[in-house]
């Protein structure tokens, strides 16, 4: 089973600002964090990754405080599109690339 | 052009056969990838191999095999197909410059065994 802990399920509305946390009390020096966005019958798509402080992409950003037990994912102004499942990964070393529940982000309009 | 793709996207056999699903990638990528999606949504790998190194999940049957013909191709062949091997099957890859978790995912075959 994955090493990190998440909320299984959120709910927002549109336009709001959505913060999933993830917890990895046991990461190692050598592992990132990692999020991905998963759509019913799709794969698993790749939107932001870190190792400390703050990462900003056109899509998300990504907190990481200095003891790097905890990751947060931003998702600014969601919308319906942005309803899915949202996986934290830490490795190479903690997760194993084995890939918990997730978070299930529904979105409201 | 799709990054990641697979074929087929459905499948659906009887127990006991063998069958294979194709998997090719256009990146340039010198990792690729097979995780396994149960009916409880749990994503595992399954196996993961570049030119030098195949790493097998310990908990794969044998029955499983990945083959390689080149660097853009990974395929899964099971063997001896079982009613348990139902699942969605996802092929991805990354680079050789990132770390293994910036992944790239195809489709995803789903395979129902009857």
């Known amino acids: 089973l994955a090493k990190t802990t998440q909320p299984i399920s959120m709910d927002s509305y549109e336009g709001q600002e959505v913060n999933i946390t993830c917890s990895h009390n046991?990461?190692?020096?050598?592992?990132?964090i990692t999020w991905y966005q998963q759509f019913p019958s799709q794969g698993p798509r790749f939107i932001i990754q870190?190792?400390?402080t703050k990462v900003t992409n056109e899509v998300a950003s990504l907190f990481i405080p200095a003891d790097r037990k905890s990751s947060t994912l931003s998702l600014p102004r969601v919308s319906l599109s942005d309803t899915a499942v949202y996986y934290c990964l830490v490795g190479p070393n903690t997760d194993k690339l084995i890939f918990g529940t997730g978070t299930r982000l529904q979105v409201f309009p | 052009d799709t990054a990641v793709s697979q074929t087929p996207k459905y499948l659906v056999t009887q127990m006991g056969n063998d069958k294979s699903i194709k998997c090719e990638q256009n990146?340039?990528?010198?990792?690729m990838y097979w995780y396994k999606q149960d009916s409880k949504k749990f994503l595992k790998i399954m196996f993961s191999?570049?030119?030098?190194?195949?790493?097998i999940n310990e908990t794969v049957p044998n029955r499983f095999s990945p083959k390689s013909p080149d660097k853009a191709h990974l395929n899964l062949h099971i063997n001896s197909l079982e009613l348990g091997d139902s699942a969605v099957y996802f092929c991805?890859?990354?680079?050789?410059?990132?770390?293994?978790?910036?992944?790239?995912f195809g489709p995803g075959t789903r395979l129902t065994v009857t």
């Open positions: 991805a890859s990354s680079p050789a410059s990132a770390s293994d978790y910036e992944q790239y």
């Open positions: 870190g190792y400390k």
């Open positions: 990146l340039g990528h010198d990792t």
């Open positions: 046991n990461i190692a020096t050598n592992d990132y």
């Open positions: 191999y570049n030119n030098k190194e195949l790493i």
